[in-house]
């Protein structure tokens, strides 16, 4: 049962005290001169779990290649198969996982898959080191250009 006073419930009332109270409170604790200021570009983003710099850099980067699987709360991305026209005999497969939410190098981890055509049948060949690397490179900057972008904003 509610009980009402002058056209308002009491309901009302506790609402509009508990919202005057948790403005009194945050307004309490804004007053500091030491509180460090924050840090845009390095927040971490909520709204997917991982770095959004990061997933869209990614995308970006691997726009050229048909994509099997996006997962933007898990961080991951695997494309398909992806022959160069300029070199049918040769096809490469990529992974990208993002592991964090924060913008880092180590946040993100590139995995490359390779086939070469051999008498009609696709056969594994290694992937040079210095691919996955400039894979990575590739993403880093480009999601480091993105940060900067949405900061001078």
Known sequence: MMTVTSGHSTFSRIGRLGLVAMAALALASC????RPKADLAASKITTIGVNSYLWR?????LSFMPLVQTDS??????TDWYANPNNVGERMKVTVTILDQDLRA??????AS??????GVWVDA????ATVQKLEDIILTKARDLRRGAVAD
Not at 31 to 34: A, I, N, R, V
Not at 106 to 111: I, N
Not at 126 to 129: K, T
């Open 114 to 119: 390779r086939q070469v055509a051999q008498n």
């Open 57 to 61: 850099a990614s995308l970006d980067a």
């Open 126 to 129: 290694p992937v040079q080191a």
């Open 106 to 111: 180590d946040a993100l981890r590139v995995a």
């Open 31 to 34: 007053g500091g001169k030491d």
């Open 73 to 78: 709360n898990g961080g991951v991305i695997v």
